[in-house]
């Protein structure tokens, strides 16, 4: 059993690596985001764990992602969600990425570690489109379709698909690395100290309060 985990560096997908099967290795992608040090995380956290690990350079695509964008663009950090903090289908352009370099590595399973609470609802419409269950599920349908029936089929499994909610999966991190999981990077600045300020600082702080971890980050605020 061959497992391999899409990671950004987060505590989400930091988290999923708990939830891995048999050989785990990692596949991460610089795609121009300002939060590099997302990416020394994964380095770190790999190596300490002893896992295989490869960056893929997409960083060419920044550009498509246009100006506005919070993560790639010109727009400031915000403390709460906004839609321009998504970067459009890049969860799905990672989940190809990475299902392409399982089909031909012969992986079993690709992970990614988006959890129910990517998928909340404002006005009827997820917060994040392309992390929910009912996505994945056509993804996976699609895959299945492109790709001979002969060959082996690898399996899309997702914190969401598992009904796992933000703090439920940072205790299963917690359980498997302790106090490696806060090595993982959430912020979405790349100073030298988490923000404590921009929503993926706050939604990091109100996840290990609710999985009742004490919370070892250290942030500016
Ligand atoms: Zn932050």
Same mark, same amino acid.
Request: overall charge negative.
């Given at each position: 059993?061959?497992?391999?985990?899409?990671?950004?560096?987060?505590?989400?997908?930091?988290?999923?690596?708990?939830?891995?099967?048999?050989?785990?290795?990692?596949?991460?992608?610089?795609?121009?985001?300002?939060?590099?040090?997302?990416?020394?995380?994964? @380095?770190?956290?790999?190596?300490?764990?002893?896992?295989?690990?490869?960056?893929?350079? @997409?960083?060419?695509?920044?550009?498509?992602?246009?100006?506005?964008?919070?993560?790639?663009?010109?727009?400031? @950090?915000?403390?709460?969600?906004?839609?321009?903090?998504?970067?459009?289908?890049?969860?799905?352009?990672?989940?190809?990425?990475?299902?392409?370099?399982?089909?031909?590595?012969?992986?079993?399973?690709?992970? &990614?570690?988006?959890?129910?609470?990517?998928?909340?609802? @404002?006005?009827?419409?997820? &917060?994040?489109?392309?992390?929910?269950?009912?996505?994945?599920?056509?993804?996976?349908?699609?895959?299945?379709?492109?790709?001979?029936?002969?060959?082996?089929?690898?399996?899309?499994?997702?914190?969401?698909? &598992?009904?796992?909610?933000?703090?439920?999966?940072?205790?299963?991190?917690?359980?498997?690395?302790?106090?490696?999981?806060?090595?993982?990077?959430?912020?979405?600045?790349?100073?030298?100290?988490?923000?404590?300020?921009?929503?993926?600082?706050?939604?990091?702080?109100?996840?290990?309060? &609710?999985?009742?971890?004490?919370?070892?980050?250290?942030?500016?605020?």
């Amino acid at each position: 059993m061959k497992t391999l985990v899409v990671a950004s560096g987060g505590a989400d997908s930091i988290s999923t690596l708990s939830l891995a099967k048999g050989e785990v290795e990692i596949i991460s992608f610089n795609y121009g985001q300002k939060a590099t040090r997302e990416l020394q995380s994964v @380095i770190n956290i790999a190596k300490k764990l002893n896992m295989k690990y490869n960056i893929i350079d @997409i960083s060419f695509l920044k550009e498509m992602f246009g100006t506005s964008n919070q993560l790639t663009g010109d727009s400031d @950090i915000k403390p709460a969600y906004q839609q321009n903090v998504v970067v459009p289908l890049r969860n799905s352009m990672f989940l190809q990425i990475a299902y392409i370099y399982a089909l031909t590595h012969d992986f079993d399973i690709v992970m &990614l570690g988006s959890h129910m609470g990517d998928c909340a609802e @404002i006005d009827g419409e997820r &917060l994040y489109p392309d992390c929910s269950p009912e996505f994945f599920k056509a993804f996976q349908h699609a895959m299945d379709l492109g790709t001979f029936r002969k060959e082996k089929k690898v399996q899309v499994v997702t914190p969401s698909i &598992l009904g796992l909610s933000k703090f439920q999966l940072l205790q299963k991190g917690y359980e498997y690395m302790n106090t490696l999981l806060f090595e993982s990077w959430s912020c979405y600045k790349s100073e030298e100290l988490h923000c404590g300020n921009c929503e993926s600082c706050n939604n990091r702080k109100s996840a290990f309060a &609710l999985a009742g971890i004490e919370d070892k980050t250290i942030y500016a605020q």
